[in-house]
């Protein structure tokens, strides 16, 4: 264990998506000795099927671009521990960072946390997750082959998890509200193709089935009803992953986002956030925008240890 020999880096990047790769990456060209530890590398984004945006790639998998994302940060020698952190606190030196029975020892922090998918909360949600239930398409699209599956959400998300789920599953329905945000363009798409139904569906009242999904209790055209279903998609938004913040005594806004200022600094000093669980970049959550966030978070850093 690190903490025996009482190592103490410069920095500890806490979450391996856009913002905590970008902060490593510019850490790294800083020369701050640093690590990044995440749960999950790369994050939500290797979720995305298709990413249409990223300034120099026409069309790349999320997946993809952030091989790319990884690659670059361990060339310029960054050190990535796939982990979850489990808690930080404030010491005399700095922070200790627990996770996966480790200790890690920083003077600073960037907490790039990212977000977590929104759930239902609704009968049956938790009991099948994993068996029929899932919050990522691109992940388990390929095990509903031949099936009939349903997205919920009316937003870009769950417009290309259907579109995604249409190379796979027989038929797919996308239960959606009235108002929609997703790209008119996503309508056309949709509606062009034969396996996809838009169903108007005010609420989800619960998920049924035995060991697995066999459908779910909707009101939708204002009565319920019972959809026979082999699979379920929840596309409906994401909330900010922020309790081991929170326990640290950082300050967030009312819908749980990590308060920082012009560099994205927190309430505590020598703690950071970036991407899209922080009130930075006016919450316009895209991967441009924390890949932003983590590099001025890391520039912050730097003349914070300088000084």
Not at 45 to 64: D, H, Q, R, Y
Not at 295 to 307: F, I, M, N, Q, R
Request: with cysteine; net charge negative.
């Amino acid at each position: 264990m690190e903490s025996k020999t009482k190592k103490i880096h410069d920095l500890v990047v806490i979450g391996a998506g856009p913002a905590g790769l970008c902060a490593s990456i510019y850490a790294s060209r800083y020369k701050v000795d640093h690590i990044v530890i995440g749960e999950e590398i790369g994050g939500q984004v290797v979720e995305a099927s298709e990413i249409e945006n990223w300034p120099g790639e026409k069309l790349i998998t999320g997946k993809n671009l952030m091989d790319k994302f990884v690659e670059q940060t361990k060339d310029l020698g960054g050190k990535i521990i796939q982990s979850s952190v489990e808690k930080v606190e404030k010491t005399n030196d700095g922070f200790t960072i627990y996770a996966g029975g480790n200790k890690y020892n920083s003077r600073t922090v960037i907490f790039a946390l990212g977000m977590k998918p929104r759930k239902m909360n609704v009968p049956g949600e938790d009991k099948f997750m994993g068996k029929g239930i899932s919050y990522c398409a691109t992940c388990d699209a390929t095990f509903f082959k031949g099936k009939k599956v349903a997205v919920v959400g009316g937003g870009d998300a769950a417009a290309m998890a259907a579109v995604h789920l249409s190379d796979f599953a027989d038929k797919i329905y996308i239960l959606r509200r009235k108002e929609i945000t997703w790209n008119p363009a996503r309508q056309e798409e949709l509606e062009k193709n034969p396996k996809i139904e838009l169903v108007l569906s005010e609420s989800i009242k619960e998920v049924k089935g035995g060991e697995r999904v066999s459908g779910v209790i909707c009101e939708c055209d204002g009565k319920e009803e019972e959809m026979d279903i082999e699979g379920l998609f929840i596309e409906i938004g994401s909330v900010p992953g922020v309790t081991i913040v929170k326990e640290l005594g950082v300050e967030v806004d009312e819908q749980n986002y990590i308060k920082v200022n012009q560099n994205q600094e927190t309430n505590i000093g020598g703690v950071w956030a970036a991407g899209d669980a922080t009130t930075g970049s006016n919450k316009f959550r895209q991967i441009i925008t924390a890949a932003a966030e983590g590099a001025v978070a890391a520039g912050s850093v730097y003349k914070k240890l300088k000084l």
